[in-house]
């Protein structure tokens, strides 16, 4: 008779004390200031930026808001809401840089896929966003990649350009990249998410 084997375990206990099961996640196990706290200590660029804090995924987060807002004034709040919340599965999933995702093959992705869908019931988004709010939100990522790109991470122009994109120069004339504690940008992602909430649709 075959012993019983044990299942891995594939949850992660968060500081609110949720469990959040990470292959089969509920909205109910979601909390925001978890995924403030997650994106604050998670660096993008693997930490290889200039400064002396590393540029977190929450503060991108940030930034991706701010430029999709900008470029689609007028457009409804909750998919303001959905660019602050783009990335926010790496709160548990951490932020690979696009050469390890294609090592690690489809598996990242369709970890990515089932957390966002979680993520976005939980705060009144559709499990799946319409295409074409997908690919505003993606341009502005790409946008804000460019940006630290040249700013922190030690890109010339010319190599960003070839990565990210050549961005459209009055859309990033003023936008300057923050080196922020973790603590603040934490904070102030909390603070975007409710306002964001509370603004009227």
Known sequence: MERHKRQPRAWQRMLSGRRLDLLDPTPLDIEIED?????????????QTIGDFPFSVAEHSL?????????????PVRWRLAALLHDAPEYVIGDMISPVKAAVGPGYGALDERL???IH?????PAQLPAAIKK???????LSAWLEAVQIAGFTREEANRFFGTPDEATVRGL???LRAPVDVRADFVARHAALLGSPS
């Open 35 to 47: 995924i403030a706290h997650g994106l604050a200590f998670v660096a993008r660029w693997n930490g």
């Open 176 to 178: 300057t990249i923050r």
């Open 63 to 75: 930034l991706v808001e701010d430029i999709f807002s900008r470029a689609n004034p007028g457009i």
């Open 121 to 125: 019931l939980r705060f009144g988004l």
């Open 116 to 118: 966002t869908a979680a």
């Open 136 to 142: 505003e939100i993606k341009r502005a990522d790409r």
